[in-house]
């Protein structure tokens, strides 16, 4: 009797996962499969799916390619770069908010919404149908396998609320993160430098609109992020805006004001630049050409190699000045750097291989597509957390440092900046008032002193806590940093175990710039953060003794000199003066403090006497 091989498709894959570069521009899924990382694309096509959404008047929004086709008929109804929104409230998106068609507005978490034919969207909501396309093409590539589990690629400047947004886009798109990682990171991945024992490597990042380049070490397979820095206004578009803008100059003469203001004509434009920008990638000289038939355009105009690349000039050195930062930041020389990995559509540009080749005097890698690359090594990354072979152990820093407002306005910094991911730290802290029942924490990130410098992450209160004297209470906060950088604050008052958390929920955002501007405030304003660090220090101490003392007197007061009384009675009018309105300077706050330490001398040795005479005579304290 002979056997039937029966070929049984068993739909939901549960031992592989996808690697996916969830880009500004474009966004891609790979997969490691015999042997090595390959992008997942459906027969005839490219796999690229363009991060661009058209929303039709009726029906399902178009998501990739046909959106980014749409968009050249329907610019209104149609986003792109949705990436630049994660995470961030509206004030922070302004910039951007000029390049999007339709209104925007924040929903009560203090997250952007995007207002399309009478309905909002959140960046996450958006995300969540590009990675939906994605996933989608790839298990078509698969033969219709659903695989669901994910690694999502981010750049190295996001933060925790960005990075949080990427996963909630995951969530809602019905994925299941197995980890965020950097960019640079994945990049790395895909050239196989983990392999390294050790060595520097610079990731020089040019997509279509961004730039960044990360200083990442390797230590016996294990990758650190250094220094990044960056534009994230900066990519392909200002190479091709740099020719349209030659182009409306030649054209203003032939057209009427109102077709090169027109919006559709202008898109026309910018594809014809950067078709133009493409050619001129593998051709000494390309033609620019505007065929608009309906507004009778006919027009052709011939770029050299060379005229391009004068214009393009001032844009690359802008990324090599951002090269110097970085490596200034990782504290290398260029001598120091051992691989230049080239990331981005953008790096196919010869002058732009050029300049990077002569700035870090060496060959760059450009071995594999720019653009596959960071998907690539993003399914190096889901293979290995599947349990494949490529030992790889991945180490970020956190950016900024993460702390507590502590009363009087001061921050406790839990986790230092540069602090290797994951990680975790727990500090103690207890109550201001008597009989205080609720504790609320305001968690903040930044390099300043005081809380109001810094960037609020959050808010969450503990309550539950039993009456008790003021400085009674234990409460211990954890925080707690996941290989993804999702920060869990976790509070627990010790005698009743009562607890409350929160992870940190995409609010606002950062961009690169905005974490280099905060480090060189922090930098600026040292000497005066110092000084009004320590104000806020001494004014919460001085409260701290104001109420003991005036506690003390009710138990003490009749034991104590008419001088010394008004010693006391004119330290407490001092201290009380200094609670209120602005902070004072820290030397009057210094001095209030130690007339305060000095008058009461005398009445804290009452008390002690007090305190013994009560031990020796069995009763509590309070009842003294
Ligand atoms: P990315 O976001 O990494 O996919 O990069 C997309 C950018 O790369 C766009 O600005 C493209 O115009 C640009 N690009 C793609 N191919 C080339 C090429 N051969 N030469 C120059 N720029 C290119």
Redesign the pocket.
Known sequence: MGFIELNVLNNAAQNVALGIDL????SLGAMWKDGRPIVLHPEGDSG?VPSAIHFPEKGMPAVGRRARELALVDPAHTLFSIKRFMGRGLAETREDAASVPCPLSENENGVVQFEMRGRKFTPQELSALILMKVHDQACKALGGIEVTKVVITVPAYFDEAQRQATRDAARIAGLDVLRIINEPTAASLAYGLDKRKQGNVAVY?????TFDVSVLRIEEGVFQVLATHGDTHL???D??RALVEVARKELSALLAPNVLEDRAFLQSLRLAA?KC??E???APEAYMHLAMPESGVQWRRNFTRGEAEALWAPLIERTLHSCQRALADAKLKVAQIDEVVL????T??PAVRERVERFFNRKPHVELN??EVVALGAAVQAHVLMGGTREVLLMDVTPLSLGLETMGGAVAKIINRNSTIPCQATEGFTTYADNQTGIEFHIVQGERELAKDCRTLGRFKLSGIPPMPAGMPKVAVRFHIDANGMLTVTAKEESTGKSARIEVQPMNGLTDAQVESMLNAAYRHARDDFDARRAADLRTEIGVMVRATERGLGHAAGQLDRETMLDIQDALVAGRAALEGALPDATTLQRVRDQLERATLPLAAALMDSVAKAALSGKKLSEV
Do not use: A, M
């Open positions: 880009g500004t521009t474009n690229y990042d040019l997509g279509g609109g990519g392909g578009d190479f091709d950067e920008k493409i001129l990638s593998n990331v981005g559509g953008s196919r540009i720019p653009d």
